[in-house]
């Protein structure tokens, strides 16, 4: 059974930094994309940023497109999101996902997600 748990949640100021990690476990790890969504308060859960199995496709939400950077280490199964320049439309409980599909699939859709990871807060206030 696919395990996901994720770390490096926390507090920073306006235009600071935080990355987020998900290791993944119980299966080959090379085959599923993998996502990052998120729920703010108030809101649905949307989309943030995907990359494909292999790691030659990314794809990133308008409002995260520049600052944030999905990673992942196929011989390490980990997939991390690097945040930069967070700003006070950010805070929100960040989630990681798995997608078991063909090679190059890069999906927004969080319908698509088999698997997902515990949660991770993120809150930015001076």
């Known amino acids: 059974q696919v395990q996901l748990v994720q770390s490096g949640g926390g507090l920073v100021q306006p235009g600071g930094s935080l990355r987020l990690s998900c290791a993944f476990s119980g299966d080959t790890f090379g085959y599923y994309a993998m996502g990052w969504f998120r729920r703010a308060p108030g809101k649905e859960r949307e989309f943030v940023a995907v990359?494909?199995?292999?790691?030659?496709?990314?794809n990133y939400a308008g409002p995260v497109k520049g600052r944030f950077t999905i990673s992942r280490d196929n011989s390490n199964p980990t997939v991390y999101l690097q945040m930069t320049n967070l700003q006070s439309e950010d805070p929100a409980v960040y989630y990681c996902?798995?997608?078991?599909?063909?090679?190059?699939?890069?999906?927004?859709?969080?319908?698509?997600?088999?698997?997902w990871g515990q949660g991770a807060q993120v809150t930015v206030s001076s």
């Open positions: 990359i494909s199995r292999g790691g030659k496709v990314k």
């Open positions: 996902a798995a997608d078991w599909t063909v090679s190059g699939a890069a999906s927004s859709n969080d319908d698509h997600y088999e698997y």
